[in-house]
């Protein structure tokens, strides 16, 4: 595998580790991308976050152009963004849409999301571990798709 599996991680995702913990847990993104980069083994990983839309649609251009696969926790942007889903839609391998918490048994306003119309998969609700389940299951789908 040369293409970098892209996670890419939405707004204040920057704050994980003090970002009400009762929810996001206690784990800060510096150790969610250790656990990324560990899940990950040898295949290479490109590890970002951003506040800004505009720079999450451009990374996920990057990908679309020199990735294999994306994880992606859009944070808020998961239910207000089509640009990021329209985005999506151009990428041809596997997307895991990536929640820490399950976004199903919180608010009504977290439960329709852009970003799932076009993932793989979904995760929701595992907490930080499920970037590593993530990981995995995309280096694994990529391996098998190259096999
Ligand atoms: C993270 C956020 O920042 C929220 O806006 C989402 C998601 C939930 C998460 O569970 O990782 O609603």
């Known amino acids: 595998m040369t293409k970098p599996i892209y996670v890419l991680n939405g707004p204040n995702l920057n704050r994980l580790g003090t970002r009400e913990p009762h929810l996001y847990g206690s784990t800060t993104l510096a150790e969610v991308e250790a656990m990324c980069r560990e899940a990950a083994g040898d295949a290479p990983l490109e590890f970002r976050q951003s506040n800004r839309e505009y720079e999450l649609i451009d ?28 985005a999506l839609k151009m990428f041809s391998g596997p997307i895991i849409e990536l929640h820490i918490t399950n976004i199903h048994r919180r608010e009504p306003i977290y439960h329709r999301s852009y970003v799932s119309l076009a993932a793989t998969a979904i995760i929701a609700g595992l907490g930080a571990q499920g970037y590593a389940v993530a990981v995995r299951s995309v280096r694994d789908l990529v ?4 096999a």
């Open 143 to 146: 391996r098998a798709s190259a």
């Open 59 to 86: 990374w996920i251009h990057e990908a679309i152009d020199g990735g294999c696969a994306i994880v992606i926790n859009p944070a808020a942007f998961t239910f207000t963004s089509m640009a990021i889903l329209d």
